[in-house]
């Protein structure tokens, strides 16, 4: 079945930019073609909805949504999978996408086989679009944030072995580049490689350094490989460069711990006694390039609106790969907050963010993730937030973290 196009730039509903060839809105389900075609004589049914824009993150839902879910044992809501288009995550209705599932927007309609309310249209959340994860005494939280109309964030987790039997935890976040095509994939592709590489190297007994190295390296080209296929999602995609993303990793061992990263995504060092909070890692960014050239201050270098132009990433329209690496050994413990730059814009420097972080993180590494997300999101959620929380040395066994 054919419909001729639309010739739309922008949803009439949610004024999010569109494609010629779409036939529905990416972020809140509109059927374009119907929105393009003149005006009948048919009345539009109004809907009702919250009233939950970023300046009233608080508001309290409809009377015909259930409340968020109570995280058991703390004094925060756990955040649910977020209503489509500007609606917080932490007070979105708890319903999963599939067909014959009532619709979050206005709970009278079905949802289709493609995810769309019958009734009114809306999109349905996606499960990417709030992720959870703990593996071992790791944790981390991915959210798309109040702005975006999908997550283009990934994470991976996993926990390894060295051959003496001494216990490593990996945590890899990645964020896809926004102006390149199929971003998501390219953050799934990375964090997937690179946390696979890690879990089959160190039990070989590679040193944790060089196999974050060669982590890195796999990474890269599994999103080089994305660039070649399938050549059918590049052909209304013509001037869009090829997929792209950020890359931070971290590997805690006993004793050691190890980061590595291309691009913005950064990772912070949070003692337990928070005495010393450090930044571990340094932008491949235009503003960090003025700043380490004397050119300007960093207070001068982030006001420019050049200040998140990266000069570094995965993907096959990259520079030449310099992938960073570099080794601590903490005199005491702590966590590693490992976070794309949808976290790190409200809590920039290293102070700030130990500030926000609970300070029971060590022991409750998810319920640490949760706030760092909340903070993002309490902030404004300009941008998916993505944040990994890793515990050095790690929690006795059996130690919770909800």
Request: with cysteine.
């Amino acid at each position: 079945m054919t419909a001729d196009k639309h010739r739309l730039s922008a949803c009439p509903g949610c004024t999010e930019p569109v494609e010629p060839a779409d036939l529905f809105c990416g972020a809140c389900g509109m059927d374009l073609s119907a929105a393009a075609a003149p005006a009948a004589d048919t009345p539009t049914v109004a809907l009702q909805t919250r009233d939950d824009t970023p300046s009233a993150p608080h508001a309290a839902p409809s009377a015909a949504a259930p409340p968020a879910a109570a995280d058991p044992g703390t004094d925060s809501f756990t955040l649910q999978p977020p209503a489509p288009r500007s609606a917080d995550p932490r007070e979105a209705v708890a319903a999963a996408p599939g067909a014959g599932q009532a619709c979050v927007a206005c709970r009278a309609g079905r949802v289709d086989r493609d995810g769309y309310c019958e009734n009114c249209g809306h999109a349905q959340p996606r499960e990417r679009d709030h992720m959870e994860q703990e593996s071992g005494p790791v944790a981390a939280v991915s959210d798309r944030g109040l702005r975006h109309h999908r997550n283009e964030d990934a994470f991976a987790l996993a926990v390894a072995a060295l051959p003496d039997g001494t216990p490593a935890s990996v945590a890899v976040v990645c964020d896809g580049v926004s102006s390149a095509t199929r971003p998501d994939e390219a953050s799934a592709a990375a964090s997937r490689t690179a946390a696979d590489t890690l879990r089959e190297a160190l039990p070989r007994g590679t040193h944790p350094q060089t196999a974050m190295h060669e982590a890195i390296l796999a990474a890269a080209r599994a999103v080089d490989a994305l660039a070649g296929e399938p050549s059918e999602a590049r052909e209304h995609a013509v001037q869009q460069n090829a997929p792209a993303c950020t890359l931070v990793s971290a590997v805690v061992t006993d004793g050691l711990l190890v980061v590595g990263w291309v691009g913005d995504s950064r990772a912070y060092w949070m003692p337990d006694d928070r005495s010393a909070p450090a930044r571990l890692t340094e932008d491949d960014s235009w503003a960090a390039q003025m700043v380490a050239a004397n050119l300007m201050s960093e207070a001068q270098a982030y006001a420019d609106e050049r200040a998140h132009a990266i000069t570094g990433w995965l993907g096959a329209d990259s520079y030449e790969l310099d992938p960073h690496t570099a080794s601590f050994k903490p005199d005491r413990p702590g966590v590693v907050v490992v976070c794309t730059d949808g976290l790190w814009n409200y809590a920039e420097a290293a102070g700030q963010m130990a500030e926000i972080l609970p300070a029971d993180a060590a022991t409750r590494p998810l319920h640490s993730a949760r706030v760092l997300v909340g903070h993002a999101l309490d902030g404004g959620g300009h941008d998916n937030v993505t944040v990994a929380v890793v515990p050095f040395p790690g929690p006795a066994k059996g130690a919770g973290s909800g």
